[in-house]
Structures are given as structure tokens and as C-alpha cells.
């Protein structure tokens, strides 16, 4: 089995390292570097730079913790080489063992010159033509510029091109409150930016529970965010001293910097998809079935190109389950990936996650459901750590008892939502939650309460 796999994102990695190590040929064209935009630019370096944000944010609460009051000062420079360095060895460890499994790695840029062929540019003016006998796209996206901002790379930026930064902005404009948009708030905040968020609902996060989303909020009111509810940004003015973001209801908000968290575009363009039939939407995402198969059985779409859900987790588990398929292992015990159960977090402060079904969501679908609800400030562990803010949501069936999702907002979500997730994916009850014997003081004792 020849496998071409173009791009080197979550998707194609584990496309990549799960068919080498079932038998296949692998050849995984990538033009920039091994593990993604994930690893460049946004899973792992915005992280880094949060998770710096979190000991900044401790450092604060030394009083609460016994301490003389402590007054971290950040060195941008150290910042940006620790961003870097964690980047690259990701980058580094991904690359040894995909060449250990044998994967051919090839940098360059690929484009389908037919239902069968690729054609690899490496950029010195060599072209190969690949043969394969499955194809995977997996060349994810890149952030949606509106055709009202001109970049500049200076002081209207979108996220590829706002970090490490080369200085602190003075006042930062964020222009997005989904996901990416609060993170970057919570970040530059931390770093000690003023920042204005403009919202252009009536809440951030509008996709998420009312409850945690303001939750959000009251935590970025008091740390003196200024929130822009209900306006849309329409225009910007850039000068030599800042910008000045205007809003569809007359609003102009003046700041040193603008940044523009608006969602993203899928990597579909110059791939030849034409040329190998492969149908694209209007919107340029590749639609896909259940096997991430495209309307071309031997070519596959995974990651964010296939307009399922923009997460690197899933894309990772796409590429496991193309490689599985391609190697002809989904005649056995093979189980569709359930997109509605993908656990997901946001790191802000306090850190929200969620998994399967939100009370909202029940409420709207008038489904009977069981909510149980725990206070961060109820958990020894939440306690003696100093930050109690927070809780913890259960969502279970109160016939069956089955856990239907979760919702976390407080320290260290994104890893306790781990336990909910497992629960929802493997049907298991709240009483299962309740009587494992979890560690004492932990946080997850408050999964197990909110499950009695
Ligand atoms: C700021 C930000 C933070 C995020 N944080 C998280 C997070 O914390 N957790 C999470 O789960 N998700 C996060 N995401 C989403 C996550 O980054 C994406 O869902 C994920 O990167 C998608 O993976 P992918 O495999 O589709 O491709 P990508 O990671 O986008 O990689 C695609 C690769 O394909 C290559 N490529 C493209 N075209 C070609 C070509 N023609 N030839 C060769 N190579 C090509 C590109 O160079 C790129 O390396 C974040 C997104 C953003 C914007």
C-alpha cells in the first residue's frame, strides 16, 4: 500500500505514524515543519505563552499562599526562546519517530495531478510525481482575514503574527471572543496589555453554556478587561501611534494594537482537488463520510480541511481511524468517531472544558436530563491551592443514570474533563464516578461528589 499523506499537522502525523506501523509506504510531504500550524503557531505556542500567564497570575496570589508579596517581571526575549524551544522539540520528537517507523518525510509542497498522483515540490526547482494508492489532505487551515483589515504585521495582526511578540501592546484590541479570541485576551492580559474585547453577540463564547460563559466574563471584568457586548467590527484605522477599531454601531475603540480572532479558512486552495475530482465546498472545506473518505474513495480528508471540529485532538484521532481504514482494519471492531463527545478546553483563567451534551443544549432539545453542580469552593484541594474559583457541571440521564457530558470551569479543567469524557464515550454511570476511589485532596474528588 503506497500512502502519500500532504501535510504534517495532527491529522497527517498520526495518518502517517498508524499506517507505517500497520505496512504501509508511507511518503508525508510537508513545507514547513513536522507536527503542523499546530505546533508553529497555535496548539503549543499559545500555550506555552499561557502557561507562563498562569505562573504570572500564581505569582500574584503568593499572599494568599503564605508569601511576601511576589512582582514577577516578564523577559520577552526568554519568552520567545521558550516558545521556540518547546515548539521545535515537539517538532523534533515527532520527526524521530515517524523516520523510526520508516515514513518518508518530504518537504516540500504537494498538489494531486490526478486521482493518483502527487506531485512534490521541493522548491529547488525539482518536481516528483508521487504514485499513491490512498491519498490523505490533511492541510488543515489558516486564520480568516476580513476584507475590512489590512495586515501589517505590526499593529494589525492575526494570531500566526502576534507571538512571541516583539513588545508588550500597550493596549491590545481583540477583535473574536470564540475560543482563540478569549485565550489571547486571558494571555496579553496576563502579560499586562490593557485589552478590549469586542463581542459580537451578547456574549463570549457564544457557542458555549450561558453559566460558564459568565463565568468567563465576571472573571475578566475584575481583572479590569473591558468587555464591547453587541458590536461588530467593520473597519480599522491604523496610525503611526495605534489603531482604531470601528464597530458596526458606531463605536471606535482606540488601542495600540488590533488583533482578529474571526475564525479561519480551509487549506484547499492550489491542491489540484480539481484535477483529482475530489469535490470542495463552497465554504473550500473537503466534505467527507464517516471514514473521512471523499466523494473519491481512495482519497481522504481529516483535520480542520474536512470542516469537522477545528481541534488538533480530533484531527490526531482522523488520521488514526484513515490509516486504519486505508489498511483495511475497519472491518473489525471498528467504532465511528463521535464527534458530539470530543472533550474540549479553553485555557483562560479559570481554565473551562466541556464534553457531550450542555445543560442549554438539553434544555433546547426539551430532553429530561440530571444536573448536578459542585463549587470549587467546596474541594479541599481547590482550597489549599488558593484558588477555589469554579465548579464542576454533571449532565446524566436520570433514568439510566448515564453520563451525557460535563462542563468544568475552574484550575485544571482541561485535565479533569478527561474523567467525564472517558464516562460519556463509555456509557457509564454516575454511580461508576461516585464509587471510584479517587485521590484525597484532589480536584477530581469534586467529579466524584457531583456524581452522588
Ligand atoms: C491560536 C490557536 C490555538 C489553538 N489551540 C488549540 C488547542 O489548544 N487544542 C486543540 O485541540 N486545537 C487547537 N487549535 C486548533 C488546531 O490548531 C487545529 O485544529 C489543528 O492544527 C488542525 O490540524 P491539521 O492536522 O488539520 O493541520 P495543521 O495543524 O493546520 O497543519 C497542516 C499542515 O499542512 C501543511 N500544508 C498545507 N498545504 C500543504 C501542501 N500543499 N503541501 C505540503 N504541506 C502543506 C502546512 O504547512 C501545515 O503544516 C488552535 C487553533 C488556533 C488558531
Redesign the pocket.
Known amino acids: 500500500m503506497r500512502f502519500v499523506v ?7 502525523v498520526r495518518a502517517a505514524s498508524t499506517a507505517a506501523r500497520l505496512g504501509a509506504e508511507v511518503v508525508l ?5 513536522v507536527g ?3 505546533n ?4 503549543i505556542p ?2 506555552a505563552m499561557i502557561s507562563t500567564g498562569a505562573l504570572i497570575s500564581r505569582a500574584r496570589r503568593a499572599e494568599l499562599l503564605g508569601l511576601a508579596p511576589l512582582t514577577p517581571t516578564v523577559d520577552l526575549g526568554a519568552l520567545a526562546h521558550r516558545v521556540q524551544a518547546v515548539s521545535d522539540q515537539l517538532a523534533a520528537s515527532m520527526t524521530r519517530q515517524l523516520e523510526s517507523q520508516g515514513v518518508r518525510i518530504a518537504r ?4 494531486m495531478t490526478g486521482p493518483h498522483g502527487v506531485a512534490l515540490d521541493s522548491g529547488d526547482g525539482t518536481v516528483e510525481v508521487l504514485d499513491a494508492d490512498a491519498v490523505l489532505l ?4 489558516s ?1 480568516r482575514v476580513p476584507d475590512w483589515a489590512e495586515l501589517d504585521g505590526e499593529r494589525v495582526l492575526t ?1 500566526r503574527q502576534a507571538y512571541p511578540p516583539p513588545v508588550v501592546p500597550e493596549h491590545l484590541v481583540v477583535i473574536g471572543s470564540g475560543v ?1 479570541g478569549v ?1 489571547f485576551v486571558h494571555m496579553f492580559r496576563s502579560l499586562g496589555s490593557a485589552v478590549t474585547l469586542i463581542v459580537s453577540r451578547q456574549q463570549v463564547l457564544p457557542a458555549k453554556d450561558p453559566e460558564v460563559a459568565a463565568a468567563l466574563e465576571a472573571d475578566f471584568l475584575s481583572r479590569g478587561v473591558r468587555l464591547c457586548i453587541g458590536a461588530r467590527a467593520v473597519g480599522i484605522d491604523r496610525s503611526s501611534e495605534g489603531v482604531a477599531v470601528r464597530c458596526d454601531d458606531g463605536r471606535v475603540i482606540s488601542g495600540s494594537h488590533a488583533l482578529i480572532c474571526i475564525g ?1 479558512v480551509p ?1 484547499s486552495a ?2 489540484g482537488l480539481d484535477s483529482a475530482g475530489v469535490i470542495v465546498n463552497a465554504a473550500g472545506y473537503v466534505p467527507v463520510n464517516h471514514h473521512c473518505q471523499t466523494n473519491i474513495p481512495h482519497i481522504y480528508a ?4 474536512s470542516g469537522r471540529l ?4 480530533v ?1 490526531a484521532v482522523q488520521g488514526h481511524k484513515v490509516a486504519e481504514h486505508v489498511m483495511g482494519l475497519h472491518t473489525r471492531q471498528h467504532r465511528h468517531l463521535d464527534y458530539d463527545k470530543a472533550a474540549s ?1 479553553i ?1 483562560t483563567e479559570p481554565e473551562i472544558a466541556d464534553v457531550g451534551l450542555a445543560e442549554a443544549e438539553a434544555f433546547a432539545l426539551g430532553r429530561k436530563i440530571r444536573v448536578t453542580k459542585v463549587p470549587y469552593a467546596a474541594n479541599a484541594r481547590a482550597l489549599i491551592d488558593g484558588d477555589p474559583r469554579g465548579f464542576v457541571k454533571l449532565v446524566s440521564d436520570p433514568a439510566t443514570g448515564v453520563v451525557l457530558g460535563g462542563s468544568i470551569v475552574g484550575a485544571h479543567a482541561a485535565e479533569l474533563v478527561s474523567v467525564i469524557a472517558l464516562a460519556v464515550t463509555a456509557n457509564l454511570r454516575v454511580i461508576d464516578l461516585a464509587e471510584s476511589l479517587f485521590v484525597h485532596p484532589a480536584l477530581a474528588e469534586a467529579l466524584a461528589e457531583a456524581a452522588e
Open positions: 500532504i501535510g504534517g499537522g495532527p491529522a497527517g510531504v510537508e513545507r514547513d515543519v503542523g500550524a499546530a508553529l503557531w497555535d496548539c499559545s500555550k516540500g509542497t504537494a498538489q490533511a492541510t488543515g487551515s486564520p494570531t482563540t485565550e479561519s487549506g492550489g491542491l481529516a483535520g480542520d480541511l477545528p481541534l488538533a485532538s484531527a478546553a485555557f
